[in-house]
């Protein structure tokens, strides 16, 4: 069941008539929470339930035991950690270790067949399987820092772990901020009311209208359905993507924390204009906010980030951005494309090129933007050869017919509007004029704004995407 969904209309209609009733209760809370993301998340393949359960399960009877057990606290975190991680190994990366080490035997003129030994149902990839692990193990993690207490109560775990707005894409929400606003409800207030709506519209004008406009221009890129090509021509692609991608998964974020909100919760930003970033480094800051900072509380900080001198903080640095390039998928592209990032992170960390170009914000913002889209290349392209082929026509140059844009008008229109749309929040930042104008006319300009964001969800929508980071 997705957003963009007839289905999921009807879904949240039916919940939020029944939401006013069963949030009275702390048990009838968190039940009705439960069954209906189970339905939420079942939708797809209800078989994919049994993974949820059995990772939650592990995971509050782990962080019970801690309690229960201290001296015992790194072997119970230890068991959590096999199963969960081990259970995302074998659906996620099962065929891709099997094929490297198939590939390491045969140097060795040896044979081995592993890929085909691999059960089928291990095949399939449960939606959302990377968002909930990562969840499931901030609980267990934090509770054995001494960070959080286990909850006494399933119900509560499970309204948790499997909160549908949330569910399959994100934002990861830790157990120690969102367990304690489970524990009670409020009732949103008009304001709140209509902040929820904003996200909401804003959310599924970010998926329906541009980037699902734009996917079928890139698509045809990739899968090689076009006749056009060139320097040009790729640019614009890579430039496209890189919206595309944003306004997909940042479009998500908003509809669940619009959803959120509806219920009277608060789940944190995940996506601060990351575009406008004026460093790597602050981009990394401003996108996947839920993720990035788990690698770093969990990861980066555990390995003794930069406190340790400077060539372990660079293998640190590497470590986590390694990891969370795999994290996004079992492909050779995904660890380029970590590893573009971690050689970006470290030029601006030692040169500090970009502190030269601090009286220069836009051409700061141009530049991070352009390594950023050069980096989503290798995110977007089936395999490191066609990465490599459509770096080599945008930097080797090739013309290009700039019929394409007239064929494609009607999608590159949308990526127009993205761009002014960027400009604008900017503006709203920077400039002092447009701040001052929107702080005096800030309820009728979102009235129009949602206004209009209604009005192109009905009639200007791209065809139906399923959203990107499903896969993930």
Not at 14 to 25: C, E, G, Q
Request: aromatic share 20%; net charge positive.
């Amino acid at each position: 069941m997705i957003f963009n969904s007839i289905e999921f209309l009807v879904f949240s209609i039916l919940f939020f008539l029944l939401w006013p009733l069963m949030r009275t209760k702390d048990d009838s809370r968190w039940l009705f929470i439960v069954v209906s993301s189970f339905i939420f998340y079942g939708w797809w393949d209800w078989r994919f339930l049994f993974l949820i359960v059995f990772s939650g399960l592990v995971d509050y009877v782990a962080g019970g035991l801690m309690v229960i057990k201290p001296k015992y606290k790194k072997v119970i975190l230890g068991t959590s950690l096999i199963a969960n991680l081990g259970s995302l190994f074998v659906f996620k990366y099962s065929v891709f270790f099997g094929r490297i080490i198939e590939a390491a035997f045969s140097l060795l003129n040896l044979e081995v067949d592993l890929v085909t030994r691999i059960p089928e149902f291990a095949l399939i990839l449960p939606v959302g399987i990377s968002f909930y692990t990562f969840q499931s193990l901030s609980y267990t993690i934090d509770i054995y820092r001494n960070r959080l207490q286990p909850t006494k109560n399933i119900l509560h775990f499970f309204s948790y772990l499997a909160m549908f707005p949330q569910l399959v894409a994100g934002p990861i929400i830790r157990a120690k901020d969102f367990l304690t606003q489970l524990e009670s409800y409020s009732i949103p207030n008009r304001r709140a009311r209509w902040n929820a709506l904003k996200l909401i519209c804003y959310g599924l004008f970010q998926k329906v209208v541009i980037a699902d406009n734009l996917s079928y221009f890139i698509d045809s890129a990739y899968e090689g359905s076009t006749v056009y090509s060139g320097t040009i021509y790729w640019w614009v692609v890579a430039i496209a993507f890189s919206f595309q991608i944003y306004a997909d998964f940042s479009g998500y974020s908003l509809i669940a924390r619009g959803l959120a909100k509806a219920m009277g919760y608060h789940f944190r930003m995940n996506f601060n204009h990351p575009y406008l970033a004026t460093s790597v480094r602050q981009f990394w800051a401003r996108w996947h906010i839920s993720l990035s900072t788990w690698f770093r509380d969990y990861v980066y900080i555990p390995l003794g980030g930069s406190r340790k001198g400077v060539l372990y903080g660079v293998f640190a640095l590497t470590i986590t951005m390694l990891l969370s390039g795999i994290w996004h998928g079992a492909n050779y592209t995904f660890i380029i494309w970590a590893s573009i990032h971690v050689i970006l992170i470290l030029i601006e960390r030692h040169s500090k090129w970009n502190k030269k170009l601090e009286k220069f914000p836009l051409l700061l913002i141009a530049i991070v933007f352009i390594q950023v889209s050069i980096s989503w290349v290798y995110f977007r392209a089936i395999s490191i050869e066609q990465a490599n082929e459509v770096l080599n026509r945008m930097f080797v140059y090739e013309s290009s017919s700039l019929q394409f844009i007239t064929y494609y008008f009607n999608n590159l229109s949308f990526l127009l509007l993205a761009f002014v749309i960027e400009l604008l929040i900017f503006g709203r930042r920077e400039l002092t004029s447009i701040k001052e104008f929107y702080n005096k006319n800030r309820e009728v300009i979102d009235v129009a704004l949602v206004s209009c964001s209604i009005f192109m969800i009905f009639f200007l929508r791209g065809e139906g995407q399923q959203f990107i980071y499903f896969q993930f």
